[in-house]
RNA sequence: GCCCUUGUAGCUCAGUUGGCAGAGCACAUCCUUGGUAAGGAUGAGGUCACCGGUUCAAUCCCGGUCAAGGGCUCCA
């Protein structure tokens, strides 16, 4: 089975490979004078870049996905032929393509150099590829875009254009359905529509309003991570937004992540500096409270806002901002129990994300990368911990070899969603670095004087970034626990205000997020814009419902359920609509 | 940051080949008191992102700035 998924993957690789050459073919025959760069598959079509006098539109794409089809139905034969380098530079100096001979020019002595024919176009590629044109049975080109020449900011731009091919029609409509569906769910967009938040864009890009709605939201997200905390033994701590730039000079930031950083204000002759990172108020706080083993470990938690210079093409949404909080936390521990930590670690992250109905999860351990601090034992013994307690959690996992952090490895959890994307949430750092930086010690059980080691990790990674994640994964639609708004209690007249309002009190003071709707319309408008608002339940109350101390239930997905007596209602309600960390007491 | 595209009412979007700015929804007032996705009427609402230039006249043409979208790169 596994073969037979890689097979077909490869398959489809070469697919979209033949599809790619198929639209340089198409190019060079629409816009003669455009010089070709490169044409790879990707892991959801394939895209070929050009240089150009101008850039392509809409309609240069019709007509070159035109003649793309017609380059199909010619079904050119796909040749492959080795040739020598000579023949090879002395063949794309005569077509005229620079990004080529760059490419030979690349290319080691000892390597065979091929090319691939079809039809009137020629192209440098080692392969492989379907038989003919003729074996591309659906193909679409999506998007334009440029990008630099090997992808080196100071290489010239070129012009990107994107597509897709697929084995069938069929596949490619599925496919193309999926795109619609990644729109129709874009948290963007449902995040003006539910009034969730706001981006500052001209008051500053990439901040965050969280409006009322998406506060209460990211207030219930909050609490149960407070909780859960506490009952895990964490200690919740506040810090500072801003420190002097000394503390981030001692912590070694200011020399490995000035770029990401803001730049440092000058009040009374001093350099502060907005911070990106909480860890070094931690230490501090770690400095002022643990002096003996007889302390450790100590968990330091903090929903700790922090604001990172992002470029401002990088921003988007809550997927990417410039200012956020992460739910943060730094455990010091003796090194001893560091794998006992990171275990407990990895059942925190269950616990805490496994309400959240993701699909499923997979665990990467990245190791150490070029640009790093710390001695080869550290690092070996730090990588070691990691990998036995995911073997000890019985935790199935893959290395991500070089893509630790500079100051130790780490790792990274990622979750697929309700459409099968990954996200990466959780992670979970090895720190050596910090506690020699700020010299932390403690006592031993012998009465030594050792350095502790210090564990970073977050779950939700940052709460603006999770908040956005949630959105896409429920389609605004959240869960009633999790939901701004719980219950919608409607009026069908104005006579049945007053019993509705008592309704909405006696919800509220139980603390459920009721609201009503009494205004003067037909029922029917109010149901349709309380389903529009993705209100999980509306409680409808009439002259039945009155009469006899009753509600009539409907749900967002359209269950109705008639004239339930209103202890019934409230009390099978109050089961459902909080987490089971806080089932039975009403004031978390 | 760079390339391309875009910026018109609270929202979604028309529009003017340069001559007083338009719709739907939302909002306000009134009529209607209606049983599970839109009852009706009236009204208010805009420095056409911002700054400058060309012109008798600029929302429209030109330049710049800011922001958004798609990418490159980077990442929570």
């Avoid at 992808?151 to 069938?168: C, D, H, K």
């Avoid at 080869?376 to 952090?405: C, F, H, R």
Wanted: glycine share 6%.
């Amino acid at each position: 089975m596994k073969q037979q998924d890689s097979q077909k993957h490869s398959s489809l690789v070469a697919l979209r490979h033949s599809a790619a050459h198929t639209l340089a073919q198409a190019v060079k025959k629409l816009f003669p004078t455009a010089q070709v760069g490169v044409g790879p598959a990707t892991e959801e079509g394939f895209y070929y870049d050009f240089r150009y006098e101008r850039p392509f539109t809409p309609e240069d794409l019709e007509r070159i996905e035109s003649e793309m089809k017609s380059v199909i139905r010619a079904s050119f034969p796909i040749v492959r032929r080795p040739v020598s380098r000579s023949e090879a530079t002395a063949l794309f100096s005569g077509l005229g393509e620079p990004f080529k001979l760059e490419l030979i020019q690349g290319i080691p002595d000892e390597a065979e150099i091929t090319v691939y024919e079809q039809g009137e176009f020629v192209d440098l590629c080692r392969g492989p590829h379907v038989p003919s044109t003729g074996d591309i049975p659906a193909v679409k080109l999506l998007s334009t875009s440029s990008a630099y020449w090997k992808g080196i900011e100071s290489n010239p731009s070129l012009q990107r254009i994107y597509g897709t091919a697929f084995e069938s029609e069929g596949d490619l409509d599925a496919y193309l359905k999926q795109l619609e569906e990644i729109q129709k769910r874009d948290h963007r967009k449902l995040g003006k529509e539910l009034d969730l938040f706001r981006t500052l864009d001209e008051k500053g890009a990439g901040l965050v309003l969280w409006l009322p709605k998406g506060s209460q939201v990211r207030r219930t997200l909050e609490d149960l991570w407070k909780t859960l905390h506490d009952q895990h033994g964490y200690r919740y701590v506040y810090t500072p937004h801003i420190a002097r730039l000394d503390l981030w000079k001692q912590s070694g930031h200011w020399d490995y992540y000035r770029d990401s950083m803001f730049k440092p204000m000058e009040t009374e002759g001093t350099s502060y500096e907005l911070k990106p990172m909480n860890c070094p108020f931690h230490i501090l706080i770690f400095k002022e409270s643990v002096q003996s083993y007889r302390d450790l470990p100590i968990r330091l938690s903090e929903l700790g806002t922090v604001y990172r210079y992002e470029r401002s093409g990088t921003l988007h949404g809550l997927m990417r901002v410039r200012g956020f909080t992460q739910d943060d936390a730094h455990i010091f521990c003796k090194p001893e129990d560091l794998s006992d930590e990171i275990q407990k670690v990895l059942a925190l992250v269950d616990q805490m994300i496994g309400r959240f109905g993701f699909q499923d999860r997979t665990v990467f351990l990245s190791t150490r990368p070029d640009k790093s601090v710390g001695s080869d034992e550290n690092w070996a013994m730090a990588t070691d911990a990691l990998k036995s307690a995911l073997e000890q959690a019985n935790v199935p996992y893959e290395i991500d070899p070089g893509e630790g952090v500079f100051y130790g490895p780490k790792i990274d959890i990622k979750f697929h969603d309700a459409i099968g994307r990954a996200w990466q949430l959780s992670t979970i750092q090895v720190d050596f670095n910090l506690p020699e930086k700020f010299d932390l010690t403690y006592r031993n059980a012998k009465g030594e004087v050792a350095r502790p080691i210090m564990i970073h990790r977050a779950l939700f990674g940052s709460i603006e970034r999770f908040f956005g994640i949630l959105i896409e994964h429920y389609m605004g639609a959240f869960p009633l626990w999790l939901a701004p708004e719980q219950v919608r209690v409607m009026s069908l007249a104005d006579r049945h205000i007053p019993y509705a309002q008592a309704l909405v009190d006696r919800l509220k003071s139980l603390r459920v997020r009721a609201e009503g709707d009494f205004r003067n319309e037909k029922i029917g408008f109010k149901i349709r814009e309380a389903q529009l608002w993705k209100v999980p339940e509306m409680w409808i109350v009439g002259d039945r419902e009155v009469q006899e101390n009753r509600v009539s239930l409907r749900t967002r997905e359209g269950e109705k359920s008639d004239l339930i007596p209103q202890e019934t209602a409230v009390g099978d309600l109050l089961a459902r609509c909080r987490p089971a960390e806080w089932a039975g007491n009403p004031w978390p």
